[in-house]
């Protein structure tokens, strides 16, 4: 049994499935009642956008990179919606379609769109001029994919390349389109279990996915258990090559029904890529010499709000505030509907909810509602308190978290207060030492004639870490001695094992991210003051490829 028998029920359920979760901080204590009574907020976020509710349609809709398009399917076709003019400006038909297509994501410049199109009892994506409302190509698709996560294809950032999940011959993994013609080009990550949620970084260049094996497989009383062991690895898009693993796997175990699923059975899949801190498309990937790797969230800066959605008060929604986790609004605009899928604009000013009736109709009829929540994003914005000494104590602390989520939400709150937190990053991030001559030193020890001498050349090298990784791989091409041999080995291997880096390490490369986010002219001389540390050091190569993104160049 491969992922694509277990999941391939999706082409049997009426159409395409998107399941995704949103990851939030949890909210800390509302605003007094007298500071609301004070700022006198409006009573509803006004609605742009509310659908006429139908029965067995499901809208769904995504924002264009810079916010502001938004893309939503209303019957047979999908209407592009202007945000600045507040009206729709296109809409994207095809004859042939007899269901509700829905609109996946826009190329990196907003000029085009694509969309998922049910034809019959296949899936067909299309690639649309959301200018003329032209159609321009259809992807090159084998059988109906499996969509188990709310950004199922990426566009590359100059927007030439198209990159998606795809199954074939009973085995899955990562499928590159020509955005031009729609012609796959070739494959990444090929799997007979196949391939979960997949996020590309910024670049263009590194593809982080959920890698599926099938480890068990067990019936019991008219239900299959299947249990994978899932990795987050990553994949060099120009040559395809796997890089390795991020992490610890994960042992995920589905329960089935023998029978066929219902859209409420249908498996979610892993929360893996959001738990490293990677909410969308666009992350970047830091990889050191010896091949240890960081994944960051993508540049989020102009993002204000975020939303917690809370069970137990009836599917209700909150707006909070992404920086601090301080609710702001309870949406109750929203009472009428049980919320199933929402999303923000990228600079937090619109809410884009999807959702089913509660009352007043007789059967699941569906709606979408565009609200303006651009008042509260503002409110965050002046709300913000400059974090304390024992605030950026305990940021830097969760900096070093071996949770990606909680040290992501940490820099989020660095960001929101830059003039409070770079005098603290100034003094926190110093330069690597060189450690070239040491490291030398305690290599050549490894042939001394005294027992002790060789065991504390041992033990310090493993203190070096990484920095010493290139230094003892050198050596082993031509060693002193047998002894010496096995201890390089040893040594390597030891170090070699680790694959995440450490604590401090964590903490460097999160400041590093920090002040590269920032780009002012203190955080470049931060940075370049950290680029004249030793030449091996990781902290050292980050801070160079840094400034090399911000155009600048480490001094000598």
């Not at 041999?485 to 995440?500: A, D, S």
């Not at 030793?534 to 480490?554: C, F, H, M, Y």
Request: some cysteine; charged content about 25%.
């Amino acid at each position: 049994m491969n992922m694509r028998r277990l999941f391939g029920f999706v082409a049997a359920l009426g159409g395409l499935v998107l399941v995704g979760s949103t990851a939030v901080p949890a909210p800390r204590e509302a605003v007094s009642g007298q500071d609301k009574e004070s700022r006198a907020q409006p009573a509803v976020a006004p609605a742009l956008i509310k659908l006429e509710p139908k029965e067995h349609e499901a809208p769904f809709f995504v924002f264009s990179r810079d916010g502001n398009l938004l893309a939503y399917n209303r019957g047979v076709a999908v209407h592009v919606y202007d945000v600045k003019a507040k009206k729709d400006v296109q809409r994207l038909d095809k004859e042939r379609t007899r269901s509700s297509p829905t609109p996946l994501v826009f190329s990196p410049n907003g000029s085009q769109l694509l969309v998922g199109h049910r034809i019959g009892q296949d899936f067909e994506f299309w690639l649309w001029d959301t200018k003329t409302g032209n159609h321009l190509c259809a992807l090159h698709y084998d059988p109906a994919p499996i969509i188990l996560d709310p950004d199922p294809f990426a566009f590359t950032p100059a927007g030439k390349t198209i990159v998606g999940m795809q199954w074939r011959n009973d085995a899955g993994g990562l499928q590159l389109w020509d955005a031009a013609s729609g012609k796959g080009s070739r494959s990444i990550g090929w799997n007979p279990d196949g391939v979960g949620a997949f996020r590309l970084s910024e670049d263009g260049k590194t593809i982080v996915a959920e890698h599926w094996k099938e480890i068990g497989l067990e019936e019991k009383n008219n239900f299959y258990y299947f249990t994978f062991k899932i990795h987050v690895r990553l994949w060099e898009v120009a040559s395809g090559r796997d890089l390795g693993p991020i992490g610890k796997a994960l042992d995920k175990t589905f329960k089935m029904p023998r029978r066929r699923l219902t859209t409420d059975e249908f498996p979610p899949g892993t929360k893996m890529i959001s738990d490293l801190g990677v909410q969308g498309h666009g992350c970047r990937v830091r990889i050191s010499p010896s091949g240890r790797i960081m994944v960051f969230a993508r540049d989020t800066s102009d993002a204000v709000l975020q939303v917690s959605k809370n069970p137990p008060e009836g599917y209700s929604l909150c707006l909070v505030d992404l920086a601090t986790g301080t609710e702001l609004h309870k949406l109750n605009e929203l009472d009428e509907i049980y919320p199933y899928h929402f999303t923000l604009s990228p600079n937090s000013g619109l809410l884009a909810v999807q959702g089913q009736m509660k009352k007043g109709y007789n059967g699941i009829f569906q709606t979408m509602v565009l609200l303006d929540v651009s008042h509260w994003r503002d409110e965050a914005l002046k709300s913000r308190k400059d974090p304390t000494a024992k605030d950026l104590a305990t940021l830097w602390d969760d900096l070093g978290a071996e949770e990606p989520a909680k040290a992501f939400q940490a820099l989020r709150r660095m960001t929101a207060s830059p003039q409070t937190v770079l005098p603290f990053l100034k003094k926190q991030l110093q330069p690597a030492p060189n450690d070239s001559k040491k490291i030398a030193s305690l290599i050549s020890q490894l042939d001394d004639k005294n027992f002790m001498v060789r065991e504390n050349a041992t033990k310090e090298l493993l203190q070096f870490g990484e920095q010493a990784e290139s230094a003892v791989a050198k050596a082993l091409v031509k060693p002193e001695s047998l002894e010496a041999r096995q201890r390089l080995e040893k040594v390597l291997g030891t170090l070699k094992k680790e694959t995440w880096p450490d604590a401090p390490m964590r903490c460097l490369l999160w400041g590093i991210e920090f002040l590269e986010l920032n780009g002012s002219p203190t955080a470049i001389e931060v940075l370049e003051r950290l680029a004249t540390g030793g030449p091996e050091a990781w902290v050292t190569q980050e801070a160079i490829i840094s400034l090399d993104r911000l155009g600048k160049k480490p001094k000598k």
